[in-house]
């Protein structure tokens, strides 16, 4: 319990100052609740944002860092949503073939190591909501993928979840290199 509640603050404390408390202007909550695993396999992680007491749920039988903030992204995103945002151009960036819910590997990174690859892994292809999740969890990974060099289109996609987060968070300052903006500027 002691080691889950460590990885919960130090992810916490990878975000701005203030930043989480930006929700209450759209007046979501946020519960986290820390769990060993899902019945199902592979589920790391799950977000209810059908209410604004938004639940995250993370198994701690996995990479913690990887599930939360994939999952915060959903939280992320329900406010941007709620404070006028909207990703209009998103699919812009996405194949001409594609549709989400249909997995192409050649398009993923985890599947191809591709610098120029469309999604960062399989799941991303399930949704726009889950592409910018695992997009966004990518960009907070302690490492970078080649792919998030400039001009790459997952550098496109990375910039532009930075932009939405810079345009709607007043916690967020241009003129600072969040920790999500580290391999992006």
């Known amino acids: 319990i002691n080691s889950a509640l460590n990885k919960l603050n130090y992810n916490i404390s990878l975000y701005p100052d203030g930043f989480f408390n930006e929700f209450s ?3 979501l909550k946020l519960n986290i609740y820390l769990i060993k695993k ?9 977000t209810d ?24 992204y959903h939280y992320i995103e329900r406010y941007i949503n709620l404070s006028g945002g909207a990703y209009k151009t998103w699919n812009n960036l996405n194949p001409k073939d594609f549709s989400y819910g249909k997995s192409n590997k050649q398009y993923t990174y985890t599947s191809t190591n591709s610098p120029d690859s469309y999604f960062v892994n399989i799941y991303a292809e399930e949704s726009e909501f889950e592409d910018r999740a695992s997009t966004f969890e ?3 990974s302690t490492n970078k993928i080649n792919a998030f060099n400039k001009g790459n289109r997952l550098y496109l996609k990375a910039k532009y979840i930075c932009n939405q987060i810079n345009l709607f968070f007043d916690t967020v300052n241009e003129n600072v290199v969040e920790y999500w903006e580290r391999f992006i500027y």
Do not use: L
Request: hydrophobic share 35%.
């Open 25 to 27: 202007k759209q007046n």
């Open 38 to 46: 899902f019945s199902e396999k592979n589920v790391t992680g799950v």
């Open 49 to 72: 944002t059908t209410s604004n007491n938004v639940v995250i749920t993370i198994a701690t039988d996995y990479n913690f860092s990887t599930s939360f903030n994939h999952e915060i």
């Open 138 to 140: 990518y960009m907070m």
